[in-house]
């Protein structure tokens, strides 16, 4: 940028996001660091190897001991590179002013409107290979704006072109930039983040870096003392790469081919972790957090009855599967609630039980109390006399007085369930009254739930 200056109307004015990379970086001389020969003033990007500028405009190259164009101090403001050494410098956006006439006429208008040029600067490079169609590119490169710019805008960006570009005016091009920002730049203190990924088409062989109005590109004022009028960004760390495989769990297996995609995992389970290290994906794992064989779904049987533990409720007695793992009812226990079926008796038509009953209930309790892993259903029935709602009522009342029973002798409450069934389920027939008696009945069933 050669810097000049002209007097209007009295005044003086000068006319001047994060992504990961992989693959080689396509970009022959990111950092500005080669030269064919020595950069010392202002417009020498055509001695920066690889780099040249895409319209009329002349881009500029800071250089340690340049004249206008030193590091870190120069005429624009004072940056170190973001990397290496060196780094370039483009004016983005000049907002051209002419004088309005209307003025004179109507003093309440502005001395100055928008004049008609927008200067504008564009460097660009040849890439070491072709993009290949199909497949995802990252573009990247930092930006910082001159201590001396008094204008900043959104819209700069980058974009691949299957030509060289060569336009005879030094104003805005039209091409579209396959990545850019929307954010207004203004940071003239930290080197700020210009990224973006796309799909190539297989023709792209040149970066082309600058401000696209096609990409939504606005301005706004930053003035510091008197205004130049012109956005102008240092440039540095540049990049074009193949875009790296999503891996979103970052365990080295992308996405596509990872089954466990959010979860850190091994290859040899597809991506999958593997907590207890038995050679089980955890989400095939039916104990993720106990070692266990591949036939039992990674489940471990301490006991060795073919329950697995996760489901066992004597994990260290071997038993039957009907059982929940537990050892079968010994023979006694199936005697006491058979004699339970007619043994539990209550005062007629009440839920109040019989002393008579103590002794069984009373054995039902020890079984309780030898076998913490049962758990136990009180089941009431009656006979089909009198009233069905009535019926109803007494069962679940003599059911519920049972439990009362062996919960006030010992077993805890959370051990015991009580249902009534009223008339609904005989056993025998309601006609005789020895089928009655059958029906009027207290049902005892071990059972297992969490």
């Not at 660091?33 to 003033?41: K, L, M, N, Y």
């Not at 660009?124 to 990247?140: H, M, N, R």
């Not at 600058?210 to 606005?218: I, V």
């Not at 009534?420 to 009655?436: C, I, K, Q, V, Y």
Request: net charge negative; charged share 25%.
């Amino acid at each position: 940028m050669n810097v000049r200056y002209v007097t209007i109307w009295g005044m003086i004015l000068p006319i001047s996001f994060a992504v990961a990379q992989e693959g080689p970086n396509l970009v022959p001389n990111p950092g500005f660091e080669s030269f064919g020969r020595t950069v010392t003033t202002w417009d020498q990007l055509g001695r920066c190897t690889g780099w040249s500028n895409a319209n009329k405009g002349t881009v500029d190259v800071f250089n340690s001991g340049a004249r206008y164009v030193g590091v870190p101090d120069n005429d624009l403001g004072s940056s170190g590179a973001f990397d290496g050494e060196h780094y370039a410098g483009f004016v983005a956006f000049k907002d051209d002013q002419r004088v309005n006439w209307k003025h004179y006429i109507d003093p309440d208008q502005d001395l100055f409107v928008p004049a008609y040029v927008r200067y504008s600067e564009y460097l660009q490079t040849e890439l070491t290979a072709p993009l290949v169609a199909g497949q995802q590119y990252d573009i990247l490169f930092r930006v910082k704006l001159a201590g001396q710019s008094d204008r900043a805008v959104s819209g700069i960006g980058g974009y691949c072109s299957p030509t060289q570009l060569a336009y005879m005016h030094n104003h805005f091009v039209t091409e579209k930039p396959q990545v850019s920002t929307t954010k207004m730049l203004a940071d003239k203190q930290n080197w700020v983040e210009v990224s973006g990924s796309f799909t190539a088409d297989g023709t792209e062989k040149f970066l082309i870096i600058g401000a696209f109005p096609s990409a939504g590109m606005d301005h706004e004022k930053v003035l510091e003392g008197a205004d130049n009028q012109r956005a102008y960004y240092y440039v540095d760390g540049v990049s074009v790469a193949l875009h790296p495989e999503p891996d979103t769990d970052g365990d080295g297996i992308p996405d596509k081919v990872d089954q466990c995609p959010n979860d850190k995992g091994l290859a040899e389970l597809d991506g999958c972790p593997d907590r207890d290290g038995d050679g089980i994906a955890d989400k095939m794992d039916a104990c993720p957090d106990l070692a266990g064989p591949v036939d039992k779904q990674g489940c471990p049987d301490r006991d060795g009855d073919g329950v697995t533990d996760n489901i066992d409720r004597c994990p260290d007695v071997p038993g039957v599967a009907s059982m929940k793992g537990c050892p079968e009812l010994k023979e006694e226990t199936k005697k006491l609630f058979e004699k339970a079926l007619t043994g539990i008796q209550f005062e007629s038509g009440s839920s109040v039980i019989r002393k008579s009953s103590y002794g069984i209930l009373d054995d039902v309790v020890s079984v309780m109390q030898e076998n913490p892993a049962y758990n136990l259903e009180v089941h009431g029935h009656t006979d089909s006399q009198g009233d069905d709602t009535k019926n109803q009522k007494l069962s679940e009342d003599r059911a519920a007085s049972v439990r009362q029973y062996l919960v006030d002798h010992g077993v805890d409450a959370g051990r015991l369930r009580s249902f009534g069934h009223g008339e609904m389920m005989p056993l025998a027939d309601n006609a005789t009254s020895a089928g009655r008696a059958k029906n009027r009945r207290v049902e005892f069933k071990v059972t297992f739930w969490e």
